[in-house]
């Protein structure tokens, strides 16, 4: 488990799109994305406050020259309303993580106390093991994940990033309207 959480520090980008909520537009997506050899660190997807619209969050390393003819390839296909680069400097960006971890009676106590540090919550307990809930921005995440190295994780399930700009004019820059 320690070799999946050394990672290399690689510059992200998070782009948003938003689709009509149809079969297959996320299909699409993903294979124009991989026909470019564009790898997706995370995608989420879920319906926003407008029926019939859904927004898709992806997080992908690349240089500025390809996620510009991403974007505009992605723009072009049907059912793909506006496409847009979140700014990192006037963004939010958040996570859930669950994390089980196995965990003796001595080590629980200084668990929980670490889970409450970083506002988490433990949502599962029995003998041999315990499921701890956080939610909070990747880098947050991150230095939890950093946190429990000593400890033997069972399983991780991270839901991907999802975020939107503080200031609506600054996405409205974004998508050209």
């Given at each position: 488990?320690?070799?999946?959480?050394?990672?290399?520090?690689v510059n992200k980008t998070v782009i948003?799109?938003?689709v009509e909520?149809?079969?297959?537009?996320?299909?699409?997506?993903?294979?124009?994305?991989?026909r470019r050899s564009f790898n997706i660190?995370?995608?989420t997807a879920s319906e926003t406050n407008v029926s019939g619209i859904t927004k898709?969050?992806?997080?992908?390393?690349?240089?500025?020259?390809v996620l510009d003819q991403l974007i505009a390839q992605v723009k072009k296909l049907e059912n793909v309303n506006e496409a847009y680069v979140l700014p990192d400097t006037n963004s939010l960006y958040r996570e859930l993580l669950l994390v089980k971890i196995k965990a003796t009676q001595e080590e629980r106590s200084a668990l929980h106390e670490m889970t409450e540090i970083y506002r988490g919550k433990v949502v599962g307990l029995n003998k041999e093991s315990m499921i701890i809930e956080l939610t909070g921005s990747p880098k947050k995440i991150d230095g939890f994940m950093g946190m429990l190295e000593e400890y033997d994780i069972i399983e991780v399930?991270?839901?991907g990033v999802t975020g939107m700009a503080r200031d609506s004019s600054e996405e409205k820059h974004l998508t050209g309207i």
């Amino acid at each position: 488990m320690k070799a999946i959480m050394e990672k290399k520090a690689v510059n992200k980008t998070v782009i948003c799109l938003m689709v009509e909520n149809q079969p297959n537009v996320l299909a699409r997506i993903s294979s124009l994305v991989g026909r470019r050899s564009f790898n997706i660190s995370t995608i989420t997807a879920s319906e926003t406050n407008v029926s019939g619209i859904t927004k898709i969050t992806v997080v992908s390393g690349t240089d500025e020259n390809v996620l510009d003819q991403l974007i505009a390839q992605v723009k072009k296909l049907e059912n793909v309303n506006e496409a847009y680069v979140l700014p990192d400097t006037n963004s939010l960006y958040r996570e859930l993580l669950l994390v089980k971890i196995k965990a003796t009676q001595e080590e629980r106590s200084a668990l929980h106390e670490m889970t409450e540090i970083y506002r988490g919550k433990v949502v599962g307990l029995n003998k041999e093991s315990m499921i701890i809930e956080l939610t909070g921005s990747p880098k947050k995440i991150d230095g939890f994940m950093g946190m429990l190295e000593e400890y033997d994780i069972i399983e991780v399930s991270r839901t991907g990033v999802t975020g939107m700009a503080r200031d609506s004019s600054e996405e409205k820059h974004l998508t050209g309207i």
